[in-house]
């Protein structure tokens, strides 16, 4: 059993930056893949971010690729992930999630390969 509880999100500026932390419970979080998702008013949850289990893979979005970081400590149980440069098209609730593999992108990119999930953080950006 994996508990994932965000934090970390607000209201920012466009152009401005905020840092999501996902912290997780449980004895198994170093041995799971992570990923980000979002979900903006009226669209449906988006893939954003992956990382493998010690970090050393991740996957981004075409939409967020040079302007966010996905990261963890497995030390902290934790998932960062770090968004600058935002713009107003990045306001969405924060979703992260664990999963029990890590593969390729596009089966990083499926909420199905994710069997835990946190409960969100609202990101807003105002322009």
């Known amino acids: 059993q994996v508990q994932l509880v965000e934090s970390g999100g607000g209201l920012v500026q466009a152009g401005g930056s905020l840092r999501l932390s996902c912290a997780a419970s449980?004895?198994?979080?170093?041995?799971?893949?992570m990923g980000w998702f979002r979900q903006a008013p009226g669209k449906e949850r988006e893939f954003v971010s992956a990382?493998?289990?010690?970090?050393?893979?991740?996957y981004y979005a075409d939409s967020v690729k040079g302007r966010f970081t996905i990261s963890r400590d497995n030390s902290k149980n934790t998932v960062y992930l770090q968004m600058n440069s935002l713009n107003p098209e990045d306001t969405a609730v924060y979703y992260c999630?664990?999963?029990?593999?890590?593969?390729?992108?596009?089966?990083?990119?499926?909420?199905?390969?994710?069997?835990?999930w946190g409960q969100g953080t609202q990101v807003t950006v105002s322009s």
């Open positions: 999630a664990a999963a029990p593999y890590y593969s390729n992108y596009y089966y990083m990119k499926l909420e199905s390969a994710y069997d835990y």
């Open positions: 449980g004895r198994t979080f170093s041995s799971r893949a």
């Open positions: 990382i493998s289990w010690i970090g050393g893979s991740t």
